[in-house]
Structures are given as C-alpha cells and as structure tokens.
C-alpha cells in the first residue's frame, strides 16, 4: 500500500528525490518485506544509498541492526552492489562513528557467526 501510495504522489510531483533522503526512506526499514518499497526509492535515487541519516548511518549499517539481519544485509549489499560495483556496494563506507558495516556486523554477531551466514 504504502508504494503504491509513494507512485501516485510521485506521479502528482508531491514525491521528490529530495524527500527520500531528507526523511532516509530507502533506511527505513529495509527488510525483505519491505524489498518492493527499498527497491522503487533505490531504484529511482540509487544515491540515497551513500545518505548517512539523522543518526550518520548508510542503510546498509542499519541493515545491520534489524532483526532479519542476514536477508536484509544481503538486500541492501544487492542494490549497493547494482548501483555501485567499483565501491564494493558500499560496504567499507563509514558511518560518523568510523565504522564499516563490515565491522559493525562483526561486532554484533562476531566473526564465526557472520562468516557462515
């Protein structure tokens, strides 16, 4: 509902790409029930990927911290990856803390759990 809600107000100019990233919509959330959503806004702003949010985190480190952690990490790595193959997907981008989102699944999960995911 909420994406089909996002194309009419798209289609009406009342949805902008500046919208995504001043409210960080392609972060919120992205989860695998939400990959139509993540896709549509990454889709139509694949910058909104290198966005750090109010809180200085890419998506892909708040990937991290949901509870479906391998599924979504994949998702957003997936679309860093389409959208950015010479930086890796954006997987060694740093939020304002220093940390990859390497370093910060490592530090949640620890190395044997990730490593086998």
Known sequence: ???IVMKRLRQSNL???EDIKHFS???LRPTPRHKARFEYLVDWD???LKFLSDKGQLCL???VRLKSVAESFAMVLQAGLKHYPEELGLLFEKNRKGKTAC???F???GKDEIGQS
């Open 1 to 3: 509902m909420c994406l």
């Open 15 to 17: 949805f902008t790409k």
């Open 25 to 27: 919509l392609s972060s």
């Open 46 to 48: 694949p910058s909104s």
């Open 61 to 63: 480190h708040v990937a």
């Open 103 to 105: 370093e910060l699944a």
């Open 107 to 109: 530090e949640k999960y």
